[in-house]
Nanobody
Framework: QVQLVESGGGLVQPGGSLRLSCAASGSIVGIYAMGWYRQAPGKQRELVAGFTSDGITNYAHSVKGRFTISRDNAKNTVYLQMNSLKPEDTAVYYC?????????WGQGTQVTVSS
């Protein structure tokens, strides 16, 4: 089985920064994609940032220039550095891992941007 463990969420003031981490464990072979999604109350889950197996990195337009995704392949860990946070970034952030067999989601971590 595959497990995704997220950490790093919390409450931050507008303009502040947070760093999310997602560590994958278990039988992980042939990663197709890995990244972060978010879901705000009353809204659909949306891609924030992610890697694909062919090396392409994608960002949501709303976070370009503020968020940076990175990874440690040796640790099967992906990070999301979030700078210049805005109240509209408030959401539950989910880690996503896509393997040849199936996709997996983390449990989610709350990010709240408020003064």
């Amino acid at each position: 089985q595959v497990q995704l463990v997220e950490s790093g969420g919390g409450l931050v003031q507008p303009g502040g920064s947070l760093r999310l981490s997602c560590a994958a464990s278990g039988s992980i072979v042939g990663i197709y994609a890995m990244g972060w999604y978010r879901q705000a109350p009353g809204k659909q889950r949306e891609l924030v940032a992610g890697f694909t197996s062919d090396g392409i990195t994608n960002y949501a337009h709303s976070v370009k220039g503020r968020f940076t995704i990175s990874r440690d392949n040796a640790k099967n860990t992906v990070y999301l550095q979030m700078n210049s946070l805005k109240p509209e970034d408030t959401a539950v952030y989910y880690c996503n891992l896509v393997l040849p067999s199936k996709g997996y989601w983390g449990q989610g971590t709350q990010v709240t941007v408020s003064s």
